[in-house]
């Protein structure tokens, strides 16, 4: 099945700083997004992004289909920003709306 | 409703009971997912109902597992002699439909555990 990498698995950050996370996988996807999972376990949709660009305030999100990678962007980072984000894709020639999820990234902002 | 729903929030077990959790979609969704995510690991998925098609019940780990969704609405997924490894977060999610355009919108999950 398609495979979905997410690196760095940890990142520690000073509050302020900006922060680039990235996702791969390794077959067409036509569903891509972006997920923040808080410390109280909800999962928020950051982007659904399949390919292109996007931009949420101090988020954006870029997907290159054609290289089979996403970056998640995060600038002037906040304490709020704690948690781990997830990439999650649904295979191109998938019959199914099922999502693959990575094992995430698991973020810290420090004050 | 404005979200995904689920109940109940948090689950209480003695291993070998029964366990139904249940899941309301947001209005108008007519795909729904349930996923399970195990202490510190990614989301696994375990089934999806697409409107009046047969669900894919591929991600179920066990025959223990089913899951019905009645009306096209309501969803409840249900664990039978519960074991210790099923304890997780059990996450339900919607999509407007099934289809390569559509992202799906996750509820808080329940918190099952099993002693």
Redesign the interface.
């Known amino acids: 099945g398609i495979q979905v990498e997410q690196s760095p698995p940890d990142l520690i950050l000073q509050e302020g700083a900006n922060s680039t996370l990235r996702c791969n996988f390794s077959d067409s996807v ?2 891509l ?1 972006w ?1 923040h999972q808080n410390p109280w ?3 928020i ?1 950051l982007f ?1 992004i ?1 390919s292109g660009t996007k931009q949420n305030g101090r988020l954006s999100a870029t997907t290159v289909a054609t290289e089979r990678y996403s970056l998640l962007y995060i600038s002037s980072s906040q304490t709020t920003d704690s948690g781990v984000y ?1 990439c ?1 894709v ?1 295979k ?1 020639s998938s019959n ?9 990234t698991t973020l810290q902002v420090k004050p | 409703g404005a979200g995904v729903s689920q109940s109940p929030s948090n689950k209480v077990t003695e291993k070998g009971k029964d366990v139904e959790l249940r899941c309301d979609p947001i209005s108008g969704h007519t ?1 729904l ?1 349930w ?1 399970r995510q195990s202490l510190g ?5 375990l089934i ?1 109902f ?1 409107g009046n098609s047969a669900p ?1 019940k ?2 179920l780990p066990s025959d223990r597992f089913s899951a019905e969704r009645t009306g096209g609405s309501v969803s409840t997924l249900t664990i039978q002699r519960t074991q210790q490894e099923d304890s997780a ?1 059990y ?1 339900c999610a919607s ?1 407007l439909e ?9 509820g ?2 329940t ?1 099952l555990s099993i002693l």
């Not at chain 1, 199914?96 to 995430?104: A, D, E, N, V, Y």
């Open positions: 036509n569903n997004q997920f376990g909800q999962l949709n659904y399949p997830f999650a649904r191109g199914t709306g099922k999502l693959i999820f990575g094992q995430g | 795909a997912y996923y690991q990614g989301l696994e998925f999806y697409q894919d591929s991600g977060v996450l999509s099934w289809g390569s355009h559509q992202p799906q919108h996750f808080d999950g918190r």
